[in-house]
């Protein structure tokens, strides 16, 4: 009897093709992923498909929505973006659809797509992506929309643009972690009696009764508490990299089938006290890394990058108090080469502001009263007044830390362990290969036993523990002593440096050897004072070393604005 043909994969998201619609021949569920191919299509990004088999999300409807048309409210932008200009504006947007490299590779040439992102950097773990575009060439809400359309539609809560708080590790991690534990721990206890006895327990039918309650006991962590390490191994193959997940998710099977073979034929207990231990203790070394990484979070060290006071109107009178007193309303006073700490509201005063810091160009801003100025941002000119719209934390500048700059790692600086893994599982399998040919020709019993322990007892689970837990104690020492790193991999790539190189600017120039010459039309006593009371009220070495050329003359107070 004919049966009926199942439905075709759509070549962009993998599900079957009800309604096929066709594009270069290729199959298409609905007219949202067919046209999300033409799109990559046109500028040269297909090679997301090569990356892993239907790596897209379905589309359909997600782009003729006007859902988004909040986004054009001036009032909904300053509370979400984290830095505006004429220019530039930066957003950080939470991307719950991001699953695999394919949807990195995507978000990371946005630029493509739209000549008016100009940069887009993915944070896989966190599940976020970093855009800066051009508010003159693309508006924010065209960004989120061209993010929907290619099925990554944000996930915009206004309470994004609140108060920073700490990161929770992923709930899943934790209920691996914990049905892990409970179960490994409950397996260890059943299995002291056997350890204690010798492996001969008197009492009849209670072996075989703990044997099976282990089995039982073993299963979630095998189904649920190891998946992570199975999914990240599968996937490693898929792209044809062995990682170090695939030899240990291989060590896993082999001991939990010879285990469960053991105890369906009755002919020992297995090795699951083991097997569960190991996953334990992995979930456990990664749970620790997190945790490190979350000490070291730049969100509590931003007060390293502002002076420790500022000057605020408090009950109308100006007082010096610490910065990370201050709170959204305050008002403060900023004069000239003072940083500002907390984005702000201008109230007073010709703003000129030097963003050097927080996006590299040196040129001043003007900045017109009621405009919003951002942390790190340092007053070229007269003093300002400034009311707070953001506390010190919750700045554009500790977002800095997560810039794609600090984040990019080259192929030749990852960590060795996982180009190491492909040598191991081959020598380790090779091994294993001539063992059992060795006792198929010797002795056949023998043959699985010897194979099986020797991919059990070679499992690289301790290397990879071991790098996990030193790498984590190390950046908690770093961090202690303040050198803060941004990940382990930093580690591994302080080993290879062989040169340091001093870039010299003006902070390390020594003033006593500037030498200073004056050409021109003599100056009166009185410019000359003028010049070095106006050079005595920078820091820069400069100015401090033409103070010092024109010590002889004395300096006028400067009044306080």
Request: glycine fraction near 6%.
């Amino acid at each position: 009897m004919p049966t009926a043909a199942e439905p075709v994969a759509c070549y962009h998201c993998g599900e079957p093709c009800i309604d096929r619609v066709e594009a270069d021949a290729k199959p298409f569920c609905c007219s949202g992923c067919r046209q999300v191919y033409l799109l990559l299509n046109e500028n040269d990004l297909c090679v997301y498909y090569d990356m892993d088999a239907s790596p897209g999300i379905k589309a359909r409807g997600k782009f003729v929505s006007d859902r988004f048309a909040y986004l054009e409210d001036e009032s909904v932008i300053d509370q979400l973006v984290q830095f505006r200009s004429h220019e530039r504006m930066n957003i950080t947007f939470n991307l719950p659809q991001m699953h695999c490299s394919s949807c990195i590779f995507l978000l990371e040439h946005l630029h493509k797509i739209d000549p008016g992102i100009l940069q887009s950097q993915a944070h896989f773990e966190r599940k976020e992506v970093f855009v800066s575009f051009n508010p003159s060439l693309i508006s924010l809400r065209k960004v989120v929309e061209l993010l929907a359309f290619i099925g990554y539609e944000p996930a915009i809560s206004l309470n994004d643009a609140g108060p920073a708080t700490k990161r929770k590790y992923n709930h899943q991690k934790i209920a691996e972690l914990g049905v892990a534990g409970f179960c490994f721990s409950n397996i260890m206890m059943l299995s002291f009696p056997e350890y204690f006895s010798g492996g001969e327990i008197e009492q009849q039918g209670l072996k075989e009764t703990f044997s099976w309650i282990i089995f039982a006991l073993s299963l979630p962590v095998l189904v649920f508490g190891a998946r992570s390490i199975f999914v990240s191994g599968a996937k490693g193959l898929r792209q044809g990299i062995v990682n170090i997940d695939a030899p240990i998710a291989l060590a896993i099977i082999i001991t939990f089938a010879r285990s469960y073979y053991e105890i369906i034929t009755g002919t020992g207990s297995g090795y699951l006290d083991s097997g569960t231990g190991i996953i334990f203790f992995m979930l456990i070394g990664r749970w620790f890394q997190h945790k490190t990484y979350d000490a070291l979070s730049f969100d509590r060290q931003y007060k390293s990058y502002f002076p420790l006071g500022v000057t605020a109107l408090r009950n109308f009178k100006e007082q010096s108090v610490p910065v990370t007193s201050l709170k959204s309303g305050e008002i403060i006073i900023i004069r000239n080469e003072e940083m500002i700490p907390a984005d702000a509201r201008l109230l007073e005063g010709d703003a000129f502001i030097d963003y050097s810091f927080v996006t590299g160009e040196e040129a001043p801003v003007a900045c017109k009263k009621g405009a919003l100025l951002y942390a790190g941002g340092k007053q070229k000119g007269g003093a300002i007044q400034l009311k707070l719209v953001k506390e010190p934390s919750q700045s554009y500048i500790t977002q800095l830390w997560n810039n794609g700059i600090f984040s990019k790692e080259k192929n030749k600086e990852q960590s060795f362990i996982h180009p190491w893994s492909r040598y191991f599982t081959a020598v380790l399998l090779s091994i294993a290969a001539i063992a059992a040919i060795y006792w198929a020709l010797t002795d056949a019993t023998k043959m699985l036993p010897v194979v099986t322990a020797v991919l059990i007892v070679a499992c690289p689970c301790s290397l990879l523990l071991s790098a996990t837990f030193t790498f984590g104690n190390m950046l908690r020492i770093f961090g202690r002593n303040k050198l803060y790193l941004k990940n382990a991999s930093v580690i591994e790539a302080l080993a290879k440096v062989k040169h340091i190189v001093f870039d010299k600017t003006g902070t390390i120039t020594q003033t006593g050897k500037a030498t200073i010459t004056f050409k021109g039309e003599a100056l009166t006593p009185s410019e000359q004072t003028l010049v070095r009371t106006a050079a005595m009220q920078s820091s820069h070495t400069l100015s401090s070393s033409l103070a010092s050329y024109l010590g002889k003359v004395d300096a006028r107070p400067v009044p306080t604005v």
